[in-house]
């Protein structure tokens, strides 16, 4: 049967996704309102997803699915992703690939914006009130209390004042 200009197949309900109403994920098309979690129905978007083959999920739900054998690095049959844009940078707090749309950079690395924290506080950072020391990531506050000036005056250690009697 000819295709009358429609576009793709939903990977969810196998109807017709034109253009205007399109998601594409893992060289699949999507409706928008079909793009959700496989498991908890969660509507989802670019920052929210995670694929495995041909099922989509959110982050949390992918997390749940029992763990895969960790591949190679040196994989001979890099995927298609791999090859069309290189490896991703590494996030510096949990380790995991660091793709375009959650990108925040702090110390001069890659960082998600769910990792983009206070190390001490777990405060989330932002560009005004970040500080960076040995690779690590901090508020102003932690910061100052931990790795600022001490003494009389610095919060370390008060004045005695002698009362005259």
Same mark, same amino acid.
């Given at each position: 049967m000819p295709n009358w200009g429609g576009g793709a197949k939903c990977g969810a309900c196998e109807k017709t996704v034109y253009h205007a109403e399109e998601i594409q994920c893992n060289g699949r098309s999507f409706h928008k309102t079909c &793009?959700?979690?496989m498991a908890c129905r969660k509507a989802l978007d670019s920052t929210t997803v995670a694929a495995h083959e041909s099922e989509i999920y959110c982050k949390i739900c992918y997390g749940r699915r029992s763990p895969k054998p960790a591949r190679s690095a040196t994989t001979s049959n890099p995927s298609k992703f791999t090859a069309k844009f290189g490896e991703? %940078?590494?996030?510096? #707090?949990? +380790?995991? /690939?660091?793709?375009?749309? %959650?990108?925040?950079? *702090? *110390? *001069?690395?890659?960082?998600?914006? =769910?990792? &983009? #924290?206070?190390?001490?506080? *777990?405060? /989330?950072? %932002?560009? =005004?009130?970040? =500080?960076?020391?040995? +690779?690590e990531l901090y508020c102003k506050v932690c910061y100052a209390k931990n790795f600022g000036p001490t003494g009389i005056g610095f919060g370390g250690l008060t004045q005695q004042v002698e009362k005259k009697e």
């Open positions: &793009f959700h979690c991703s %940078e590494k996030c510096p #707090r949990c +380790g995991k /690939s660091v793709y375009a749309a %959650e990108k925040v950079m *702090g *110390g *001069g690395k890659p960082w998600h914006k =769910t990792c &983009f #924290r206070c190390a001490i506080c *777990g405060k /989330s950072l %932002e560009s =005004t009130n970040v =500080t960076d020391k040995d +690779g």
